[in-house]
């Protein structure tokens, strides 16, 4: 057999191997990514240090979640990186032995170990000519593990400081590999065009058995990096949201098809099941829930299918979480400090069926795989989260019994000196086969590492 075709085989069934023989984990990563059975250990926040508290410096918090620990619900690791990078998102490699993590503002990248001790990550490398390297991408985003690679989104470019970015493509041990720019009206790079083509980029997430990648669309640097107000009061800077999502051949890295979704289309989640051919994505500006999905003649369309909130004043929904079983769908906006969880068993027709206040503002969430435990961060970005007393910035454990969501524990990052929480992952031992130690006591206290 070719390795080209072995490669191929080798693409197709490798996330099936993961999906169905494990049990639990959360649900929306790359299917390409080792899986957690069972309760997860900790979850890990990527933070954004806030001038003038603690060190002020992005920092990589880890939280006890055991629920037979002394510690549980409590900070019990920190590693800082020493510096302020509008830290955003970050995931694991394909084998989970590593977090990659960026900043959006300085575009660098930094790599912990995470199975050395899962309790406490150490920063092993940093990726600091990432623009350089790149031909020009600005604000790594969304980090999409693939087969020995990490797939990265950016957000702009060092051109115009604009939206028009690319996707850039990195090995396991953090060597640059090749970029791929977004299709625009003027280099279209062969893919069909809806309406426009901005050529701008947010997420990503890959469908594996119908060879489909698809990607999202957010704002360029000189905006994220500007004060919402100022923002939405600049009629120029509100037209330099993205307004399109684009369908790739995956294995080609190949735009076939830009889709016509205006409000700043953000997170994408595909359903699991082997016969859903869709996935969902939400409108930040628009407040809606969107639907793309393959028709009848296998040609790939998108459908706003649901309002989140009121339309007439959008809640800046930012978020969205998809169940394991593709039922539900839960949806966390930023202005009302909302979780709103849908009904999506007829993805055409998503019923809202449960709403609940989290805080002030409302930022990411994540839910393990079997539905049962929610957790929650407060920042959206630094220039755009409130000011004074609704600036609260935490991290929010709840269970979900089917009908309300419960509150487990809070941890007040402010309180605590660590600075503005943004995305989370979930660890455990079991992933690494260590043999959990004894619950770590919570007289031992937090460790930081510089």
């Not at 470019?157 to 970015?165: A, E, K, Q, W």
């Not at 992933?431 to 919570?442: F, G, N, Q, T, V």
């Amino acid at each position: 057999m070719c390795i080209k075709k072995l490669t191929f085989l080798i693409t197709m069934i490798l996330p099936f191997l993961f999906t169905y023989t494990t049990n639990a984990d959360e649900t929306c990563l790359s299917p390409y990514m080792a899986k957690i059975t069972g309760q997860e250990d900790f979850v890990y926040v990527w933070t954004l240090g806030a001038e003038g508290l603690g060190d002020s410096s992005d920092k990589l918090v880890t939280i006890d979640v055991r629920p037979d620990s002394k510690a549980y619900g409590m900070v019990i690791h920190v590693v800082s990186v020493s510096g302020r990078n509008e830290a955003h998102h970050g995931d694991f490699t394909d084998d989970r032995r590593y977090f990659w993590a960026g900043g959006l503002d300085t575009s660098q990248i930094f790599i912990f170990d995470m199975y050395s001790d899962p309790a406490k990550p150490r920063l092993v490398k940093t990726i600091n000519d990432f623009v350089k390297r790149s031909g020009g991408v600005v604000g790594p985003h969304t980090f999409y593990a693939l087969p020995g690679r990490m797939l990265i989104t950016g957000l702009s470019n060092d051109t115009d400081l604009g939206g028009r970015t690319g996707l850039v493509e990195y090995s396991n041990e953090g060597d640059y590999i090749t970029t791929h720019w977004l299709p625009t009206i003027d280099n279209t790079r062969g893919a069909i065009i809806e309406k426009l083509a901005d050529g701008y980029g947010y997420d990503v997430r890959v469908l594996p058995r119908r060879n489909v990648m698809l990607t999202s669309s957010f704002t360029g640097w000189s905006n994220y990096m500007t004060e919402f107000e100022k923002v939405t009061q600049d009629p120029d800077a509100m037209k330099r949201f993205g307004q399109t999502m684009v369908v790739w051949d995956f294995h080609a890295r190949k735009p076939k098809k830009v889709l016509y979704v205006p409000g700043a289309p953000l997170e994408i989640r595909f359903a699991w099941g082997p016969f859903q051919d869709y996935a969902f994505t939400s409108t930040a500006l628009t407040a809606k829930i969107w639907l793309i999905y393959a028709d009848d003649k296998n040609e790939w369309q998108a459908k706003s299918v649901a309002d989140i909130g009121d339309p007439s004043n959008p809640p800046l929904p930012v978020d969205i979480s998809i169940s394991a079983d593709g039922r539900y769908l839960w949806v966390a906006s930023f202005m009302d400090g909302k979780v709103r969880l849908f009904d999506v068993s007829d993805p055409f027709h998503p019923k809202q069926v449960y709403e609940k206040v989290i805080g002030s503002q409302l930022n990411m969430i994540s839910q393990s795989w079997d539905g049962k435990r929610l957790y929650f961060t407060s920042s959206l970005l630094s220039k755009w989260d409130k000011k004074g007393k609704a600036d609260q910035q935490f991290l929010k454990a709840y269970d979900w019994n089917g009908k309300e969501l419960i509150e487990k524990f809070t941890v007040d990052f402010y309180q605590q000196k660590l600075g503005r929480p943004h995305i989370m992952r979930l660890g455990a031992y079991a992933l690494y086969d260590i043999e959990p130690p004894k619950a770590a006591s919570a007289a031992q206290g937090r460790q930081q590492e510089n």
